[in-house]
């Protein structure tokens, strides 16, 4: 059996799955195993299918696959959904005392184990504790010491007291008793290898909420929203720590001004929402960026358009984050790869907003945001975080920014497209400023001149951005490779994993992700050394693929994917062999 | 702050461009004074406008300012509030601004309870879009967009106010430019969400509630026996539409403004070179 362990838990919504799943991922995080988590679900409270998934190894995981090893099916319906995923000599654990699977038979080939989950917790104090007692099975089918739930037990139920945390210890025995004495264990052989090694778990949404914080964000303000809304509860309560606020806002058009408010105010400002209530930003978004006010404004991608699928994964927003507000405005748009990206590209939108004095669109995607991943913890350097406050002055200072009338010039034309900027409160430094077209004073003005000047001005930002800042892309796989893949977002991970599995039908790739969306690198020279040029995003048009297009003059190959589940890598890869035979098969 | 500052320190160098005889000079010479009276200054003063003839007020003031989208003007102040307790912040805009496109803002603003001041120039008409009719206008009032009057009842703001458990509610009239200063400068002072209907008439559109109409409807409460502390009291005087009253009519003297209640009393703008000290505490939870 390989060290590689898929698995997952699935019911109903509201029967716990989360919970369990984060409970068991972080049993095997703390023994020293990588681990990637996912989850199926749906827009409901109650009712509606729903998984949590944990693929775990002693090696990196970056993404999941089409296999599942052990399941613990709460419902029939489980089993059905992961058909595809499960194969010959797959576990699955269920209640066979409970009516609702009391007919279920395995599959073919499949090991079925039926446990009496809800019997053997109401042993252990109470019908609550079913999920745990699957666990402790489930430990026992993977060969992994069920001491490591202690840990992860004590860390979800503390809390609640010692008397719960020892229930839910002896629950998650007995399951694992119950399956050394009452049944047959010998058809599975899994021997899951622990290590010494210290990992943190976390998913995208905290890793902004931890990178923002980090960066010194003192205020936020938002609207709940799927999969937005893990920013808001990270924050809440550790920003207050931390001298700063979070305000759950009427809207999302109060959150933006809120935020932009507290912006004006010298707070380092965020919001974060999904396509929906960007759509709502918008036309606050010109007033950041007319006004000058730095501002992080986070959209966590999910399916479009309107209420679309708001549990599932796309990448369908990019036009909108590009182009979106009328009239032009100048803007940055920061889209990070992986987890970790999340926190370090947050900390860059925050430093890149001040500096450039520009709002910043930080976008993640829902498959980013609610998957869990293993990391060192020194991935998350804390020392290493560094603040630039941009052209702030202070009183000091003040004299060389007023003009003959003594007055303060927030939009001074500067060569490099950046004023000084002064924080309310500084003598001196009184100024107004207005979404309307404005003079260096912030007083509206229709002049032609002084309308050209503040236009070029504020796109100068960009410019000058374009130069002094590193758009990099992330590379990996062969750089000499005629295969050129490009994406964005989250299908770094499954891309990283794909080019293994190409590797073996030797098939090289190079593969560049690309975490700035504008500015953004300039492929054209790595666009001209590929054959072939494949671009995978979620979505349906190929939004970057246009970009791309437009950018370097080439067309490009689409792998598009929008049924609203993110890329796996096996799947990945069998795409682009499809792509590359279909160029092959070309008639001449 | 300091103690020598005088209204006209609030003051910018630029025009107004209101119409001569326009409301709004008087509601806005009142709130620069309401200020200077309250020991402010133009740099430790926010003041945020909304969009309306009513909004161009931040440009004629000289302060910290921002003029914003229409409607959304109350959630900026909130925002700076927030962020720096220290400073006095101000927000105005028109009826059409505050009860119609930013009615939902206004609600929240003021059972949130932000300490700050908001100050309404009610002229029951959209101005700068050149006479449409307001949310505040007459059920009959002709316009371009009602021929007939718009047939539907108007916002009553002060009801609004009320029913969200405003703390402090007024209304003057800006051409009483000693009462409509006294009563802005007590919304200044109050610790709470301060908020002033001013009537302030539209000279160009509105030939209903004009000047001369103010003067002959308004009612003083400070020659009543009204008690501004009885909230019944208070609701009784809003619910009479047959009379416009100018004046205080409703403070809870125990309000507790969200930013004490939250605890919001650092300036937020202090931040650390780097991450804060204790940040890898943050890290830690995560294993
Ligand atoms: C989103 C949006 N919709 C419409 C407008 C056009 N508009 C500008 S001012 C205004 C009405 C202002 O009325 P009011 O708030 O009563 O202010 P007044 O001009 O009467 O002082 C409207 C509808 C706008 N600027 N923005
Ligand atoms: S149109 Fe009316 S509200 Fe606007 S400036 Fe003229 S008088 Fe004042």
Known sequence: MPDDLNWAIGGEAGDGINSTGKIFAQALSRAGRHVFTSKDFASRIRGGYTAYKVRSSTERVESVVDRLDILIALTQRTVEENMDELHEGSVIIYDGERTMMEDFEAPEGMIGLPVPLKRLAEDAGGALMQNIVALGAACEVANFPIENLDEALEKRFGDKGESIVANNRQAARLGEEHVVEELDHDGFDYDIETTDNDYVLLNGDEAIGMGAIAAGCRFYSGYPITPATDVMEYLKGRLERYGGHVMQAEDELAAINMALGAARAGARSMTATSGPGIDLMAETFGLVATSETPLVICDVMRSGPSTGMPTKQEQGDLDMLLYGGHGEIPRFVVAPTTVSECFHKTIEAFNLAEKYQTPVYLVGDLALAVTEQTFEPEEFDMDSVEIDRGKLVDENEIDSWLNDSDQFQPHFPAADGISPRTLPGTSGGAHMTTGLEHDELGRRTEEQEVRIEQVDKRNQKVETAQEEENWDYREFGDSDADTLVLSWGSNEGAMREAIGFLDEADIDVRFLSVPYMFPRPDLTEEIEAADEVIVVECNATGQFADVVEGDTLTRVKRINKYNGVRFKADELAERITEKLDATQEVPT | ?287
């Open chain 2, 1 to 287: 702050m300091s103690s020598d500052v005088r209204f006209t320190d609030f003051k910018s160098d630029k025009q107004p461009t209101w119409c001569p005889g326009c409301g709004d000079f008087g509601t806005m010479n009142g709130m620069m004074k309401a200020l200077a009276n309250t020991g402010n200054d133009p740099d430790n003063t926010f003041v945020v406008a909304g969009i309306g003839c009513s909004g161009k007020i931040g440009t004629y003031m000289h302060s910290y300012a921002l003029h914003g989208v229409h409607g959304r003007a109350l959630p900026v102040g909130i925002g700076v509030k927030s962020a720096n307790p220290d400073l006095e912040v101000m927000v105005s805009g028109g009826d059409g601004d505050g009860y119609s496109i930013g009615a939902g803002h206004f609600v929240h603003a003021v059972r949130r309870n932000m300490d700050m001041t908001y100050v309404v120039m009610d002229n029951r008409i959209y101005g700068l879009t050149k006479g449409q009719f307001s949310p505040t206008s007459r059920e009959d009032f002709e316009t371009a967009t009602s021929p007939e009057g718009p047939k539907q009842a108007p916002v009553n703001p002060l009801a609004l106010a009320l029913a969200a458990d405003g703390s402090f509610i007024a209304q003057s009239f800006s051409s009483d430019a000693q009462r409509h200063t006294e009563i802005v400068q007590e919304a200044v002072e109050h610790d709470g969400f301060g908020f002033v209907n001013v009537y302030s008439p539209c000279v160009t559109f509105n030939d209903v509630d004009t000047y001369d109409y103010f003067r002959d409807a308004i009612v003083d409460l400070d020659e009543t026996d009204h008690d501004s502390s009885d909230r019944d009291a208070a609701e009784a005087k809003i619910m009479d539409d047959d009379t416009e009253y100018q004046g205080v009519i409703y403070r809870d003297e125990e309000s507790v403004p969200y930013n004490e209640r939250h605890g919001l009393d650092e300036n937020m703008a202090e931040i650390p070179d780097g991450a804060p000290e204790d940040a890898t505490d943050l890290v830690r939870e995560f294993y």
